[in-house]
Nanobody, 113 residues
Framework: QVQLVESGGGWVQAGGSLRLSCVAS?????MGWYRQAPGGQRELVAT???????VYEDSVKGRFTISRDVAKNTIYLQMSSLSPDDSAIYYC??????????WGQGIQVTVSA
């Protein structure tokens, strides 16, 4: 069973930066970050393949960077120029064999104006 453990969330003022980490146990392939704001739907933030190919949601392009340490089975999300609109619970996601999806427990990111 794949488990995902997130860390690095918290509170920051607008314009600040945070870095999220997610460690996966077990064999996973594409990993990524999603977020869900209060009253909203869970949405894609960024994904990264084992080969390092990335996809970003339009609103975070140029501000967020997803990276991966394959040896450590860990992904990171460096978030810069944060705005209150980025406040949400951020979830780590990983796809394992047969495309089975796994989710982390979620981590809160709060950006104050």
């Amino acid at each position: 069973q794949v488990q995902l453990v997130e860390s690095g969330g918290g509170w920051v003022q607008a314009g600040g930066s945070l870095r999220l980490s997610c460690v996966a146990s077990g064999n996973v392939f594409t990993m990524g970050w999603y977020r869900q704001a209060p009253g909203g739907q869970r949405e894609l933030v960024a994904t990264i393949t084992i080969g390092g190919n990335t996809v970003y949601e339009d609103s975070v392009k140029g501000r967020f960077t997803i990276s991966r340490d394959v040896a450590k089975n860990t992904i990171y999300l460096q978030m810069s120029s944060l705005s209150p609109d980025d406040s949400a619970i951020y979830y780590c996601n990983a796809r394992a064999i047969f495309g089975v999806e796994h989710w982390g427990q979620g981590i809160q990111v709060t950006v104050s104006a």
